[in-house]
């Protein structure tokens, strides 16, 4: 167990809705990342928050938006979904030390119909 | 900009015999590597990483990776390989970098070790 929860497992929904992915990082850790893994891109580094401020950005779509809490828990916001967004999404945490590990939920299988 | 290749989608081995699962990376800048292990619809599981020192890094289960700047890579090993050890994985790379700790993976390999 990696101490990181994503909610919900899974998530099935139409082309044009708006879905929020919630995660609670490891106990003492400040920064989340969010990461998209579908089979024709690979793990896909979306966005970056330390202790509450957006730190870096990756491939995220501009329907796309996260933020982080000041209990820590983020959350990641998808809009207008298109069918290409189906994907599982990940979310992970670190102390936000650069030689330290990241440690990933078990994602978020989300299916658009 | 940084890169991450596995060369190998798939790699089969014996149990018992020694695997190796291959990664090459390029950065501008000395790399932070990690190795990561993801078994059917769970998340990615941390193995070991490189940051400085020797070259050599232990990780779980008894895998290790061995650190060449000169070929920049990264492959992992393990001397006796298990059934239980067939799993995705994938290699990482990180520049240090304060504000952007992003890790840029590779596409993965598939481990499949044959009873």
């Known amino acids: 167990d990696s101490g990181v929860t994503q909610t919900p497992k899974h998530l099935i929904t139409a082309t044009g809705q708006r879905v929020t992915l919630r995660c609670s990082p490891r106990s003492g850790d400040l920064s989340v990342y969010w990461y998209q893994q579908s089979l024709d891109q690979g793990l896909q580094f979306l966005i970056q928050?330390?202790?509450?401020?957006?730190?870096a950005k990756g491939n995220i779509l501009e329907r796309f938006s996260a933020q982080q809490f000041p209990d820590l828990h983020s959350e990641l916001n998808l809009s207008s979904l298109e069918l290409g967004d189906s994907a599982l999404y990940f979310c992970a945490s670190s102390a936000g030390k650069t030689n330290q590990p990241q440690h990933f939920g078990d994602g978020t299988r989300l299916s658009i119909l | 900009a940084q890169s991450v290749a596995q060369p190998e989608d798939q790699v089969n081995v014996a149990e018992g015999n020694p695997l190796t699962v291959k990664c090459t990376y390029s950065?501008?800048?000395?790399?932070?590597l990690f190795w990561y292990v993801q078994y059917p619809n769970r998340g990615l599981q941390f193995l070991l990483k490189y940051i400085t020192g020797d070259n050599l890094v232990k990780g779980s289960y008894g895998f290790e990776a061995e650190f060449n700047k000169s070929q920049t890579s990264f492959h992992l090993k393990k001397p006796s390989a298990l059934v239980s050890d067939s799993a995705l994985y994938f290699c990482?790379?990180?520049?240090?970098?304060?504000?952007?700790?992003?890790?840029?993976f590779g596409t993965g390999t598939r481990l499949t070790i044959i009873p």
């Open positions: 990482a790379v990180r520049v240090p970098n304060f504000g952007n700790e992003k890790l840029t």
């Open positions: 928050y330390y202790n509450g401020e957006e730190r």
């Open positions: 950065v501008s800048g000395n790399p932070y």
